[in-house]
């Protein structure tokens, strides 16, 4: 399988902590691709109309997208329910968190092309604070959650801890560690994986 | 059950068209709810930080989204395998074409959000184009899948009927039709069902 995919994109750092979780890192080569806000790839475009990262192709040919969808193809081919319960009220909850958190990246990009990639100029200030602010809203939901940052390696506090990685990468000095000391304490945790460690985002 | 909804959500119509080919749309009290990008909601981010439509609230108050997963739990409550295959390779198509289209609608709305909400002297043509293209091309996708267009009734279907009347709601001028004759004859197919008719958006 080959995986397209840059060291900074938050969803596909998602898929390789789930694949070395799982036990498939070896077997997804991984493809350095770069898309870019506002600009043509028209190569990438081929595979993905959406020009979005990660796509994962199967050994057929298959593209598999989203990095949820990605994540649930990976899971099935480790035996299943690994990282999403298979079944049970557990499993709503689980997809519900886990689209929350995936919102919440995607607002967290959104307002990162708002205040640096979009012409300073052409800047809307609105619109970039109600994205932080559904980011950071989000934060302190699950920091009141001390159930799921204690549990068992699930895709939740996966993508939990990539939205905390991120905001380091993105947001240094939004002082998340000082408003949310649960979640603080829970990356602590995480960082003991290797498979979260090892794909912290480049240095900027 | 409730939804929180708005007529003219392509996510919100995308549940209820599934909601009523899966017979559940009986137990569902649609929540007129509003939201607007770039302006606060506080009431609604209780429910949900991302401030986006629609949700589904269950009986014993549990909270699920997205608008995908919202559909996965209707269709495991009418018994499973309905808009969504349990299993086998079609899932992952069914997920990775599904998962297209939900990214095609994001970047209309972008592109919506771009041309007709953001004050318009903030305007980045370069970014609104670019996510405009991604769902024109997206469109050509499935405009070449004439095994999509044709089979039984799915959640790919339904996502592109959406897509579909999204597009004539907010763009209307953009020509899709001509420029896709296999999709304005699957759309026309597509009206014929009551759930697609009913549902479509409000006259601008």
């Known amino acids: ?3 397209a995919f840059t060291p900074a994109s938050p969803f596909a750092r998602k898929v390789r902590i789930a694949a070395i979780e799982l036990g498939l890192i070896d077997k997804i080569e991984f493809v350095p691709t770069k898309v870019v806000p506002a600009e ?3 190569e990438y475009m081929k595979i993905t109309p959406l020009k979005k990262l990660p796509v994962l192709i199967t050994d057929d040919g298959s593209v598999i997208l989203d990095s949820y969808v990605i994540v649930e193809y990976l899971d099935e081919l480790a035996g299943g329910g690994k990282l999403i319960p298979a079944s049970g009220p557990d499993r709503w909850k689980v997809k519900s968190d886990h689209s929350l958190l995936q919102g919440m990246l995607d607002s967290m990009l959104l307002c990162r092309y708002e205040n640096m990639v979009r012409p300073k100029e052409l800047k809307w200030q609105a619109w970039a604070d109600d994205h932080w602010n559904r980011a950071w809203k989000g934060m302190a939901r699950f920091n009141d959650k001390p159930e799921v940052l204690s549990r068992p390696l699930d895709i939740v506090q ?3 801890a990539v939205v905390l990685g991120y ?3 993105r947001y240094a000095d939004c002082g998340w560690r000082k408003a949310y000391p649960n979640l603080d ?3 602590e945790r ?6 979260v460690k090892i794909s912290l985002p480049p240095k900027t």
């Open 190 to 195: 995480m960082l003991e994986r290797p498979s």
């Open 185 to 187: 304490a829970f990356h």
């Open 40 to 42: 043509a790839n028209d």
């Open 167 to 169: 905001a380091d990468f």
């Open 1 to 3: 399988m080959k995986l």
């Open 158 to 160: 996966i993508a939990l």
